[in-house]
């Protein structure tokens, strides 16, 4: 029997499936403050990204509709990244995972110093 496709379907598959770019959460982290340009974008990355690879990810989050790319006809040229209305739903959603990175963050310290006896804190 073949696995169905759930995407469309079911809202956890359908989300991991749109942000499955490795950078994806990062970069709708960075745009919740407004719009950035994309050298801005490359300097703020924790690593050091390709302008290929940041160039890709991005252009795949405005195919899903979660971020706009803004264009300006100027030389040099300027483009500006920005969350979309669907993209500033999700700020609810980073600001969980941030809390919960923390948490997470905090368990890692605490089992690596000893601190952590059969799953729990001490």
């Given at each position: ?22 950078w ?83 368990f ?15």
């Amino acid at each position: 029997m073949a696995k169905r496709d759930l995407f469309g379907i079911c809202p956890y598959v359908t989300s991991q499936k749109v942000l499955s770019g490795k950078w994806s959460i990062y970069l709708l982290y960075l745009l919740q403050e407004g719009p950035v340009r994309f050298n801005e974008l490359q300097r703020k990355m924790p690593e050091d990204i390709t302008h290929t690879t940041l160039s890709r990810q991005l252009k795949t989050l405005e195919e899903e509709g979660l971020i706009i790319r803004r264009e300006y006809s100027q030389i040099p040229p300027k483009v500006e990244y920005s969350l979309s209305e669907i993209g500033k739903k999700f700020e609810s959603v980073i600001t969980a995972l941030g809390e919960w990175g923390n948490d997470y963050l905090e368990f890692v310290k605490n089992k690596n110093t000893g601190k952590y006896i059969d799953g729990e804190t001490t």
